[in-house]
């Protein structure tokens, strides 16, 4: 009898974890909806009405300067939040709406104030939040089953490219209005989390609230530790990332893609000359490497499985967006520079979704927001230092009066960094010593997770 009851519970554990990853999505879809408008309009448009066109530079970076700190703040702050107490999915979620309501009280404030603090500080609480709420969700995935775990982190990365279609159109129907855009866009975002606690009770069968199993123990405290195996190459290749390299990764490659992103269409106007800006070939290269996004993102979503070898996936990676970084500095046409911003499609989306993945199946045991808030956090910390550290590589370049504004050397250093993300995915990792720090390195990737695992696809 007691195996019958089994089975059924994971029969209806595995309809909650499907129902589980598609309402995370969904939620971070809105979250990021939400922050684009200012991005593309909002904040230059208030900046130019507070100050004034000459003064309105200096107040957009300030702003976003502090955003980007905020979010890492935040993203720290939620993610150790939610590890304390049940650690519940119910609490989690609660953690999202509230971290929602910081983020939307934030864009109030920015939409409804006419000065540079009430900018400032609307906009700064808003990444603090909606910064913290999207760790939270990272974190949510890590109890669901394995492939809708795999097949959610993909999701997350295509969305956060995806979603921007939303912002995008609205703001195409509804010009000169970003604030009422993001105002709206904001009430859809808290209001899913809050949706979502009304919606499912924990305490219905297989609700997507239900309290996460404990993860089963490897073996006792007192009992003597397994040995540790010996791995060949092959089954090193396809081993899982230890979490300190996990998010070593992260930051590395978030500065490069973060770099690559923000100094891509000065690199095409410097190529343009003296011309106006080059409009076309900005939008078409965009257009190829969301398009190679997609495509890698769609190969992992019909494979998930492939999302177990990270260490392969992730030098896969970061070879591709080295050759891309050369192709690019290389390219004669925009039809080349095209082709090249669709292979770093592919490998954007090949890494963050492997890296995604990893530190949701390796987040520590009890620790599973404090991580997932470090992964973010790691990642966020690499959208700023990726264009300073490109900011500086350029007027060095300049310096030496490189002839095309110093971007092809920035392209070649960021080549060489995405090169070294690949070499260091595939280093071995150092031979843990005998005991119970040994015993903690020798579990295989998804070890310390929490969540029923699911059967083999």
Not at 229 to 243: D, E, I, T, V
Not at 333 to 350: E, K, R
Request: with cysteine; aromatic share 4%; net charge positive.
């Amino acid at each position: 009898m007691r195996t019958t009851n089994h089975a059924h519970a994971g029969e209806l554990d595995s309809r909650a974890s499907r129902q589980t990853a598609v309402l995370v999505n969904v939620a971070k879809i809105a979250l990021l909806a939400a922050l684009a408008p200012p991005v593309i309009a909002g904040i230059a448009e208030r900046a130019t009405r507070i100050a004034g066109p000459g003064e309105a530079a200096s107040i957009v970076a300030m702003t976003v300067s502090a955003g980007a700190g905020a979010a890492v703040l935040g993203a720290l702050i939620l993610g150790i939040a939610c590890d304390a107490g049940t650690q519940s999915h119910r609490t989690r979620w609660l953690w999202v709406a509230v971290g929602a309501a910081v983020g939307t009280a934030g864009l109030l404030t920015a939409a409804a104030g006419d000065t540079t603090p009430a900018l400032l500080g609307g906009w700064t609480l808003a990444q603090l939040g909606y910064s913290g709420a999207m760790a939270v969700l990272r974190t949510v995935l890590v109890s669901v089953e394995r492939t809708h775990r795999r097949r959610g982190a993909v999701v997350v990365v295509v969305a956060a490219y995806g979603g921007l279609a939303i912002p995008l159109l609205l703001l195409i129907a509804l010009p000169g209005r970003a604030w009422a855009v993001t105002l709206g866009l904001a009430a859809a975002a808290l209001l899913i989390p809050l949706a979502v606690l009304v919606l499912f009770p924990p305490a219905r069968r297989g609700s997507p609230l239900a309290t996460a199993p404990e993860p089963p123990r490897t073996h006792d405290r007192g009992s003597a530790a397994p040995p540790v195996p010996a791995p060949g190459p092959s089954s090193f290749l396809r081993s899982g990332l230890s979490p300190i390299r996990v998010l070593a990764l992260q930051f590395l490659s978030g500065s490069v893609i973060a770099a690559l992103v923000a100094y891509h269409p000065l690199d095409l106007h410097a190529r343009a000359g003296s011309g106006d800006f080059p409009v076309s070939a900005s939008s078409w290269a965009a257009i190829a490497a969301i398009l190679g996004l997609v495509a890698a993102t769609g190969v992992l979503y019909r494979r998930p499985e492939a999302l177990g070898s990270p260490r392969l996936i992730v030098a896969l990676a970061g070879v591709l967006l080295a050759a891309s970084l050369v192709l690019r500095t290389l390219s004669p046409s925009p039809a080349w520079i095209a082709a090249a911003a669709a292979l770093s499609g592919t490998a954007v989306g090949l890494n963050n979704s492997a890296l995604l993945s990893a530190a949701l199946e390796t987040a520590p045991e009890r620790r599973h927001g404090s991580y997932i808030g470090a992964f973010s956090a790691a990642g966020a910390l690499g959208q700023v230092a990726g264009p300073l550290a490109g900011l500086a590589v350029v007027r060095a370049a300049t310096h030496g009066a490189a002839l095309d504004g110093g971007y092809s050397a920035l392209f070649l250093v960021l080549a060489a960094v995405a090169a070294l993300c690949s070499a260091a995915a595939v280093i071995p990792d150092p031979r843990p010593r005998p005991g119970r720090r040994a015993t903690a390195l020798a579990r295989p990737a998804g070890a310390l997770r929490a969540g029923p695992e699911d059967p083999a696809p």
